[in-house]
């Protein structure tokens, strides 16, 4: 029996590849704009301290010391201010991954709980390097649910207060999703 040439292979190797992949069509890109209330201090904080490495503890310089990993579930509303409308929450990790300077990593799942994309979401996984950037500093969003599965794209961070005493922050965001 004859080999076919390569050549008529590699085309069946394709036509064959070609056939399997679906049409994604017309992807949508959404930018959404909201803050984000990061509070480690007070009767009833959105961020709690999960576990911390042994032998660090907060200074008022540092008051998330290297290896401090937090559970949280942060408000997201339409302003800065706290008594702003509420558009969703974050629910998620972080930890503080930098050694000499506030760097965290997050795994984050942001849902929003008002307007056309209520109930869908997005993830970010990416490491946040606080201190870096005053002009912002950009995350990795790695999927969705709802309106926004498959979702990829980025956002922007910009610390809009951040109390260096018990790190409680708020955070602006600008995030741009690419998704079906």
Do not use: C, W
Not at 47 to 54: I, N
Not at 66 to 79: H, K, N, V, W, Y
Not at 104 to 118: A, I, K, R, S
Not at 120 to 142: D, H, K, M, Q
Request: no cysteine.
């Amino acid at each position: 029996m004859r080999t076919p040439p390569a050549s008529l292979l590699l085309l069946a190797v394709l036509l064959g590849a070609a056939v399997s992949v679906q049409s994604a069509g017309k992807e949508k890109i959404t930018r959404l704009h909201f803050f984000l209330h990061d509070t480690l201090s007070g009767k009833d904080p959105s961020a709690v301290l999960v576990a911390r490495g042994e032998g660090r503890t907060p200074k008022a310089e540092d008051p998330v010391p290297f290896s401090s990993l937090f559970a949280t579930d942060d408000l997201m509303t339409e302003g800065p201010e706290p008594t702003s409308k509420v558009v969703g929450n974050a629910q998620g990790l972080y930890i503080s991954s930098g050694r000499g300077k506030l760097s965290l990593v997050l795994g984050m799942d942001y849902q929003l709980t008002e307007g056309p994309f209520n109930g869908s979401a997005f993830v970010v996984y990416s490491r946040n390097t606080v201190a870096t950037n005053p002009n912002g500093r950009e995350l990795a969003i790695v999927g969705g649910r709802g309106k926004f599965r498959m979702a990829r794209g980025f956002a922007v961070l910009r610390t809009h207060f951040l109390d260096p005493n018990n790190g409680d922050a708020i955070i602006e965001y600008n995030v741009t999703l690419h998704h079906p």
